[in-house]
């Protein structure tokens, strides 16, 4: 395959503390995929500067397209604005991407950044691919879908 053989993965998909209810996943069977690989984690909602743990966002108006085309926004639970930094974190997670050539992008599903395929959340509302996935496919990097596992409890 072409590229430099670095792959990018979701930072939550390997252990590190990004996510936004302060739980883990179960790292067990992508860290296996990943041996013997060159990878390297990030999280694009901590990269716009966005703490953790934080209150959940979500995509309002459309997918994360919608967002990049300024026809929708990101909203947290307590109502405020983070559109912004949705798409300055994803911007960073492109530049990287492209700085160093790399393979593909492994993304977390059901995620208004990471999540690649159309979901339908626990109060049945459906939504769209998410603001990276949809920045990164916008620049032609292959995006791949990653179901993650949750093991602990809240903090
Ligand atoms: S799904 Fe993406 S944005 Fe959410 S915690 Fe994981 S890496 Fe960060």
Known sequence: ???SGIIL????LVGRPARYDGRFLDTTDFLAFLEGKRWIAVCP???GGL???RPPADLEGGDGYDVLAGRARVINAEGVDQTREFIRGAQAVLDMALSLDVQAVYLKDRSPSCGVHPMVDERGRRRGRGVLAALLAENGLPIIEVVGKKRSEPK
């Open 1 to 3: 395959m072409a590229g």
């Open 9 to 12: 993965v979701s930072a939550c």
């Open 45 to 47: 909602e901590m990269l």
């Open 51 to 53: 703490g953790w743990p």
